[in-house]
């Protein structure tokens, strides 16, 4: 994962289904593959960049029960599955301002961010 604060500072946060917990990126930056917004794209189209520090579990999606299968014969706790999201821990991405929450943890800014607002993902090859 790069420009992420120490790994385990963040591992007691639990991002919530489709949402995503993003690190800003300094406005200076460029990556490596020369990915840049300009200022003006950032002011008027309120669109952003910063990476992708921690990742929900995704969409959730109804428990699949067989026909053979009785609801009451469940147990209590039901299982939830979940369709998984595009976005990586360690992934540049580039969101709509607008939709994103901010948060301040542990003396750094976040953005808490739905995949829905994500327009592109940046991913270092592997």
């Given at each position: ?23 800003p990126?300094?406005?200076?930056e ?14 008027k ?8 520090m ?8 109804p ?12 147990d ?14 360690g992934?540049?991405?580039i ?11 542990l ?18 090859e592997e």
């Amino acid at each position: 994962m790069r420009h992420n604060a120490p790994a385990s500072k963040l591992q007691k946060l639990i991002v919530v289904g489709d949402r995503l917990l993003i690190k800003p990126k300094s406005t200076k930056e460029q990556t490596k593959s020369g990915l840049f917004l300009p200022p003006g794209v950032q002011e008027k189209e309120k669109v952003q960049e910063g990476y992708v520090m921690r990742v929900g579990p995704g969409y959730p999606i109804p428990a699949d029960y067989g026909l053979d299968d009785e609801i009451w014969n469940q147990d209590e706790k039901e299982q939830v599955r979940y369709l998984p999201l595009q976005a990586r821990e360690g992934d540049l991405a580039i969101y709509l301002q607008r939709d994103a929450v901010e948060i301040n943890y542990l003396g750094d800014k976040y953005f808490i961010v739905p995949q829905s607002s994500v327009l592109l993902l940046e991913r270092e090859e592997e």
